[in-house]
Each structure stands twice: as C-alpha cells, then as structure tokens.
C-alpha cells in the first residue's frame, strides 16, 4: 500500500470517529432535553404523593417509581 492510500485510509478512520462521537453526543443531547421536558408532570405528581403518601400498594408503587423517575431525569427537588 502506498504512503498516499494509508493517509486516505487514516483520514477515513478519523472522519468515522468523529462522525460516531458526535452523533452519540447529539443523541445523549436530546435525550436529556426530552426528560426535562416531563420534569413538570413528574414533579407536580412526586410532590402530590409526597404531601398525601398512597395507602395502597399500587399508589405506594407509583409513587416510588415517579421519585425515581424526578431522581433520573434531574428534576428540580425543593425538599
């Protein structure tokens, strides 16, 4: 192989790289705004059952998968 084709190849190497790291980084982007964008319901309804805890088991289920849901998605937390 020529000195010319491993520059051609190398740069074709590069360009893969970055293109894959940027797309990854644009993804992990809009993922973040899309669960920011939920912060508002998930908020009103963590603190709804924060003030007036669920009696039942699927309420107390509910009410502990959305205080996760706040936790992951870094939803404010005024408490």
Known sequence: MTHRAWR???ASFVFAALAAASSMIYA???AR???HRWCGIVTTLDDTYR???PQ???GK???DELDKLRIEFDC???R
């Open 8 to 10: 051609i190849l190398v």
């Open 28 to 30: 992990n982007a809009v």
């Open 33 to 35: 705004e899309s669960e």
């Open 51 to 53: 003030d007036t805890p």
């Open 56 to 58: 039942s088991p699927t």
């Open 61 to 63: 289920q509910i009410a």
């Open 76 to 78: 404010p937390t005024d």
